[in-house]
């Protein structure tokens, strides 16, 4: 492939040998991929330290024959998310977006809307520091946009519409149930933030309040739904339970 542009988020870097990375990326046009960069472990390497995890960067790719991992000619920064590091729980919910998109969506399969959520997301969570609220937009949004969220508004087994009862699920994105037991329920309340989120922008979601205990039923419903369909354990999403239990 010759040399391509592209925009994209790093999810996580690792060391190869003593002086490359390999970069793993959320790219606006490929989708998700692994690059290799070589000497980016070097001081005075040509990435400058553009490659941190959570950063937004412009690159430039390209293909040797035979070899399966992409490599990085060169990038640059377009928006850092390091202030968010300055709190620790905020950090925690950009880690586990970032982890989330690794493990969730699969490889170089383009997913430009994914891509914008994600950014958007960032920039949320960067500008309002509101953690809750933004991972279960970013939770509900993920799934929809990778058509793995199943119906909302009636029972997956009988088809009535669901009502003040709440309704329970489990594990595995299959839909919601009013008479069936599941592993997890979610009440009426919790439901109706999932129709808030698929109407309202992100901005504006933000800027609306709701109850606490809606949102974490919300959230663990989708969550729960996400890491069924991940790869691996999500390490950040175990910290964030943590973390809310002793708030
Ligand atoms: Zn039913």
């Known amino acids: 492939m010759p040399l391509r542009e592209t925009e994209a988020i790093v999810l996580r870097t690792y060391?190869?040998?003593?002086?490359?990375?390999?970069?793993?990326?959320?790219?606006?046009?490929?989708?998700?991929?692994?690059?290799?960069?070589?000497?980016?472990?070097?001081t005075r390497s040509?990435?400058?330290g553009v490659l941190e995890p959570l950063t937004y960067i412009r690159l430039w790719l390209f293909e040797r024959e035979n070899r399966d991992l992409l490599r990085m000619n060169s990038a640059e920064l377009v928006e850092s998310f390091f202030a968010i590091q300055g709190d620790f729980t905020v950090q925690l919910a950009a880690q586990y977006m970032a982890e989330a998109a690794e493990r969730f969506l699969p490889e170089r399969e383009v997913n430009e809307r994914a891509f914008r959520l994600l950014l958007a997301?960032?920039?949320?969570l960067k500008a309002s520091g509101e953690?809750?609220?933004?991972?279960?937009y970013f939770d509900y949004w993920l799934l929809r946009l990778s058509g793995l969220l199943p119906e909302l508004r009636w029972c997956a087994a009988c088809g009535k519409p669901l009502n003040a009862q709440g309704a329970s699920y489990d594990a595995t994105p299959q839909g919601l149930f009013c008479c069936r037991r599941g592993k997890g329920k979610i009440s009426a309340g919790g439901l109706g933030l999932t129709e808030k989120i698929r109407r309202l922008p992100l901005d504006a979601w933000?800027?609306?309040?709701?109850?606490?205990?809606?949102?974490?039923?919300?959230?663990?419903?989708?969550?729960?739904?996400?890491a069924s369909s991940a790869e691996g354990r999500l390490m950040t999403l175990e910290m964030l339970h943590e973390e809310a239990e002793r708030e």
């Open 15 to 42: 060391h190869l040998g003593e002086a490359d990375k390999i970069v793993s990326l959320f790219t606006r046009q490929y989708g998700r991929l692994r690059a290799v960069a070589t000497g980016a472990q070097r």
């Open 121 to 124: 997301a960032l920039r949320g």
């Open 206 to 226: 933000l800027g609306s309040d709701e109850p606490r205990n809606a949102v974490f039923e919300a959230r663990r419903l989708f969550e729960a739904w996400i």
């Open 46 to 48: 040509r990435f400058g």
């Open 131 to 136: 953690v809750h609220r933004t991972l279960l």
